[in-house]
């Protein structure tokens, strides 16, 4: 997960635009959303000696796209996972005024493909079905198709497999195992539910950031912990002037700002 380049220069004209309306000192500025970039928001608008803000969210919670979950003694993340790139990259420049808060992930590290019942395919396999997936993603041939992705992924794959003798030690289970897993692959990487519900000829406008695309969170309290790193960033600004009380959701949540993905009883609540 990572903001968009323009999201500080947002915050600058924010700034610049309410110091100016009706010459106010200290106007009451309303943030559309708790997630990562509201909270943010309203800490460099603590910053900048702002404090009448309030924070609108319509969800039952706080954190947007950043769901860390407690699961047993550890944690899972049900949204934003890893950290993706470090040039450009707002949370990794964040995270990084902290000491080891973020590691490389075993992800990008040899990493090997396991069958269900625990034989892990053999590496030159791997590497020949990966290189048939890439070059079908990439394929010019894809711009044109007026199908789903999947439908042009398994159609191209298949005839490939079929036809191309430099595929005969594939077997069968195999190649269907594989086709799965590169159907997860893409569900991982872009965000979408089914490789059938996205048009072949989709193009995806993410623009990759220079540096390790799969950073982990070093810590039990995994990605809300920058969450908390922007709580900190506030708190250590607005210590003497009080604390954002205003973070209204679904339910009234009042209280100070501060990373977390907990459930909070609910109430109907109206905006004071």
Not at 218 to 236: A, E, Q, W
Request: glycine letters at 8%; aromatic letters at 10%; charged letters at 20%.
């Amino acid at each position: 997960m990572k903001y968009h380049p323009k999201f500080r220069h947002f915050i600058v004209c924010l700034l610049t635009t309410i110091s100016l309306v009706n010459g106010a000192r200290n106007p009451r500025v309303v943030v559309i959303g708790a997630g990562a970039a509201g909270l943010a928001t309203a800490s460099r608008l603590y910053q900048g000696g702002i404090t009448n803000v309030t924070i609108l969210e319509a969800s039952q919670r706080v954190g947007g796209r950043i769901r860390t979950t407690p699961f047993g003694a550890g944690i899972v993340e049900l949204g934003a996972q890893w950290c993706h790139g470090e040039k450009g990259n707002v949370v990794y420049e964040l995270a990084s005024a902290y000491p080891d808060q973020l590691k490389a992930s075993i992800i990008v590290e040899d990493a090997s493909l396991i069958q269900s019942n625990g034989v892990r395919i053999d590496d030159e396999l791997v590497e020949k079905l990966s290189s048939l997936a890439e070059q079908i993603s990439e394929s010019e041939d894809r711009m044109s198709y007026a199908g789903s992705l999947g439908d042009f992924f398994t159609e191209t794959y298949w005839q490939r497999l079929q036809t191309d003798a430099g595929f005969s030690d594939v077997s069968h289970e195999l190649a269907e195992q594989f086709l799965v897993y590169c159907h997860n692959r893409g569900r991982g990487d872009s965000a979408y539910d089914s490789w059938y519900d996205v048009a072949a000829n989709e193009t995806d406008s993410y623009q990759e950031t220079e540096g390790n695309q799969a950073l982990a969170w070093n810590s039990r309290t995994g990605y809300s912990t920058i969450l908390d790193i922007v709580s900190v960033m506030y708190h250590y600004r607005a210590s003497s002037k009080g604390h954002i009380s205003n973070i209204y959701c679904s339910f009234q949540l009042i209280g100070k700002l501060r990373g977390s993905s907990k459930q909070h009883k609910s109430n109907k609540s109206t905006i004071k």
